[in-house]
């Protein structure tokens, strides 16, 4: 998604720092009320918070969710610190590393107003594990003991996280450097005692949140409304009254909408030809300006299906469509500031990252020649199927890889899907029925465990719901995937980039595309404009306001 280290200080493993406090939340007073209106092209996945997992619907949580660590709503560096919310303070950690136990603070109150509590969070770890709500997003909490008996229908709760009075107590399986990150995630956020009895892989709707704002109502496919929680006595501001999200409209329509003033923030995009024009028109990055755009840790790629017969033990052609992969074409149909071209699985500025040229970043007669010699041997049937996303440009960018594969001698056949569903069957053993997908994937949290082992690591691909679309499942990346997760600091960077090489140069699970850009565009009544790439990109929502 969207998209992740010493206590009270600056720590080695994530380069970010972890306050002791939380001070420093709040965002400057300004002009309070009225509705600001989004839009999105396709609906998100879920709003239901142990099961959503998809970048726009984590710009809604970032205002309706109350964690025990959060991000500020600040910019840049500011925004980048893992800050006690709902927790007093910093927990004590054990000598082994392997127990936190944290003080809740008192005076946070879900929308209904039942207060929050130590048990609150004990009850999500519970429904984010029972495999009954099939949560993509279990594998983030398999160092949690008694995690994995809960996941596996064994139990019933997750032993290793007990409440107390304020005291909240997580046990792990093994120390982990990246705990408190991780944390952060919406789906650890605290629940109130109706949802932690409402199991359904279909998700809730409605229900009570103890951030700044709640769900008040959801139509799937047409709407999302989101409303101020009146009993929120938090440090994080709520400016709106109403957040307002519109659904189904294609990018030219929010573009329309968001010109004329009828629509705040175009979410789902503008088009692609536009950007140059909007750039033109109301200036970069200026202070509350309508454009904003800033580097995301994200990467866009091809993944190739190993348990299909296509690309099963056929690490030949993975290269051959690294070789064919028109990356540069691929960038330009996405328009003016699109992002950087790539040929590895980390992004820049992640721990780890180290610039390689495996892979072209355009195309060449010697590439292309390369290409055709790689997958000559290895073609099998000849025969794909390529999904992509159905809105904005991805049609177009799924027939540019189309063309490619057609250079090489595949002839792939494309299906179109909304975006979240496209994901959510990828994810599913029983439904991915693809040989390739482009696919997209935004940090949770800023590190590269959140890239390489959660996205490539074999040993989830037998889960109901997981994010390793390539089901790239090979025993010693695997193992050294585990490995370096247990590094901190440098040790931990090396470890990853040496993954990523390996991987990349020797058995590729995906071809990256680009590093992409988080382009924003704003109605000009909209002020108070925060960018927090930590929260997922896009501006907090609870920040905005009106002039």
Not at 173 to 198: C, E, N, V, Y
Not at 211 to 238: C, D, E, M, W
Not at 387 to 402: E, V
């Amino acid at each position: 998604m969207t998209g992740r280290r010493f206590l009270g200080v600056m720590l080695a493993v994530f380069g970010v720092v972890i306050l002791s406090a939380s001070a420093a939340v709040a965002a400057p007073a300004a002009k309070k009320g009225g509705t600001i209106v989004v839009e999105m092209t396709t609906d998100v996945d879920y709003i239901d918070p142990q099961l959503s997992y998809y970048g726009e619907t984590w710009k809604l949580e970032a205002a309706t969710a109350c964690k025990l660590l959060n991000w500020p709503d600040k910019e840049g560096a500011p925004g980048a610190i893992v800050t006690p919310e709902v927790a007093a303070g910093l927990p004590i950690i054990s000598k082994d590393g392997k127990t936190y136990t944290f003080t809740i603070r008192s005076g946070f109150t879900f929308s209904n107003g039942q207060a929050v509590s130590a048990r609150s969070f004990v009850n999500a770890f519970n429904r984010f594990a029972n495999p009954k709500m099939q949560s993509t997003g279990v594998q983030f909490i398999d160092i949690v003991q008694g995690a994995q008996a809960v996941i596996d229908g064994k139990a019933s709760t997750v032993s290793g996280v007990t409440a107390k009075g304020n005291k909240l107590v997580i046990r792990l399986t093994r120390a982990s450097p990246d705990l408190l990150a991780r944390m952060t995630m919406p789906f650890l956020q605290a629940i109130d005692t109706k949802l932690a009895g409402q199991i359904d892989a279909n998700g809730i709707n409605e229900y009570a949140s103890c951030g700044p704002y709640y769900f008040s109502a959801r139509t799937p496919g047409r709407s999302i409304t989101l409303k101020r929680n009146p009993h929120y006595k938090g440090q994080r501001v709520a400016n709106p009254d109403t957040i307002q999200v519109n659904v189904g409209n294609d990018v030219a329509v929010e573009f329309q909408n968001v010109e004329k003033g009828t629509t705040d923030y175009a979410s789902g995009g503008i088009p692609a030809t536009e950007w140059k024009n909007v750039v033109n028109k109301y200036g970069l990055n200026k202070k509350d300006g309508r454009v904003q755009v800033r580097p995301l840790l994200d990467v866009r790629y091809v993944a190739m299906n190993r348990s299909r017969p296509l690309f099963k033990d056929n690490s030949g052609l993975a290269k051959a469509v690294n070789w064919a992969v028109d990356r540069q074409a691929f960038s330009a149909q996405g328009g003016y500031l699109y992002g950087k071209r790539t040929g590895q699985v980390l992004p820049p500025g992640m721990l780890g990252y180290s610039q390689q040229s495996l892979y072209p970043l355009k195309i060449t007669a010697g590439s292309a020649k390369q290409a055709k010699k790689l997958a000559a041997p290895n073609l099998r049937d000849g025969k794909a199927v390529l999904w992509s996303a159905n809105a904005g440009t991805a049609p177009l960018q799924a027939q540019l890889i189309q063309y490619n594969l057609k250079q090489i001698g595949l002839d792939a056949d494309i299906k179109l899907l909304p975006r979240a569903q496209q994901f959510t069957n990828a994810g599913n053993p029983k439904t991915a029925t693809f040989d390739m997908t482009i696919e997209r994937w935004g940090a949770d949290y800023a590190d590269p465990y959140d890239f390489v082992n959660i996205l490539l690591d074999g040993n989830q691909v037998a889960n109901s719901q997981h994010n390793n679309y390539a089901y790239f499942n090979v025993a010693k990346y695997n193992q050294q995937m585990n490995s370096a997760s247990l590094l901190t600091g440098s040790k931990r960077g090396t470890a990853y980039a040496a993954l990523d090489v390996a991987m990349m140069k020797d058995n590729p699970p995906w071809a990256p595309l680009v590093n992409s850009n988080d382009r924003n565009f704003m109605s000009a009544r909209v002020s108070c404009l925060t960018l927090n790439m930590a929260q997922g990109g896009g501006p907090l929502l609870n920040v905005i306001c009106l002039k």
